[in-house]
């Protein structure tokens, strides 16, 4: 009977480690609305992306690395650190890399920019009470035509769903540089994941910005499903794409990226 009981707490622990390996890495480029919790302390996550927008005028956008470098603090705090350079950008935002709106006469545009914040845990899930968190970042330009830093600030929260399904959404603002002025740019977002294997995720999205502020301001809303695939325990590889829902909006793009965590 002891032998018994010692198997299956063997048995138990093999499991639950194995669950612990299967577990899902957390990446904030998983899709445009963030994960709503801080990387572990003491870790490492870091996630890149290429990017391809087909804009509804001139040159599309070509984003690459998209590095997020996340280094987990406390439990309840993370630092982030980024860099980006684009090609063709112009105001089309599908990812967390902001970007000023550019011009619209067919002019191939160039930016790098690096990025610099931290990642708050505010609330876990209790009830009705969502899981949430707090992201403060700025973007500063390094290379381009437009030079002033972007500050850009996200709430983001999510309720874990029967058969472990989950709701997340989010609402970033930013406040960012246009050719003429500056203006702000609101970001609202919701996404449903959902589970397929202990490996495998899907998911469907909606999500836009919107500008406030510009003599003829924009509304970009975007239709997203995608997935990811977890490799042994500490990589994960992930594609979306997307449809834009107005003539303002790109009429398609596409995301394709990895993380590891160390």
């Not at 899709?31 to 391809?52: K, R």
């Not at 700025?138 to 830093?149: E, K, L, Q, R």
Request: hydrophobic fraction near 40%; charged fraction near 20%.
């Amino acid at each position: 009977m002891h032998r018994l009981y010692l198997a299956a707490a063997i048995a138990g622990m093999a499991l639950t480690t194995a669950r612990a390996e299967r577990a899902d890495l957390g990446t904030d480029r998983d899709a445009f609305t963030p994960c709503t919790h801080c990387v572990a302390p003491g870790t490492v996550l870091t996630e890149s992306s290429y990017v391809f927008i087909d804009n509804p005028v001139g040159l599309p956008t070509n984003n690459y690395p998209e590095l997020l470098v996340r280094i987990g603090g406390n439990e309840w705090w993370e630092w982030r650190l980024g860099a980006n350079y684009g090609v063709g950008s112009q105001g089309n935002v599908v990812t967390s890399v902001e970007v000023g709106e550019g011009t619209y006469d067919g002019r191939s545009l160039y930016e790098s920019s690096v990025l610099y914040g931290f990642k708050l845990d505010t609330s876990e899930q209790d009830g009705w009470l969502p899981e949430s968190c707090f992201i403060m970042e700025a973007s500063t330009p390094t290379y381009g035509d437009v030079f002033g830093t972007v500050p850009v600030a996200t709430l983001a929260g999510g309720w874990e769903l029967p058969l472990e399904w989950r709701l997340d959404a989010a609402i970033r603002y930013s406040y960012s540089e246009g050719e003429l002025n500056w203006f702000s740019r609101w970001g609202p977002s919701a996404v449903l994941r959902i589970p397929l294997t202990d490996r495998f995720e899907c998911h469907a999205e909606w999500f836009g910005t919107f500008t406030q502020g510009l003599f003829d301001d924009v509304h970009r809303p975007f239709f997203s499903p995608g997935f990811h695939y977890i490799i042994g325990s500490n990589a994960e590889i992930g594609l979306r794409v997307g449809w834009g829902l107005t003539d303002e909006s790109a009429p398609f793009f596409s995301d394709a990226g990895l993380a590891f965590r160390y």
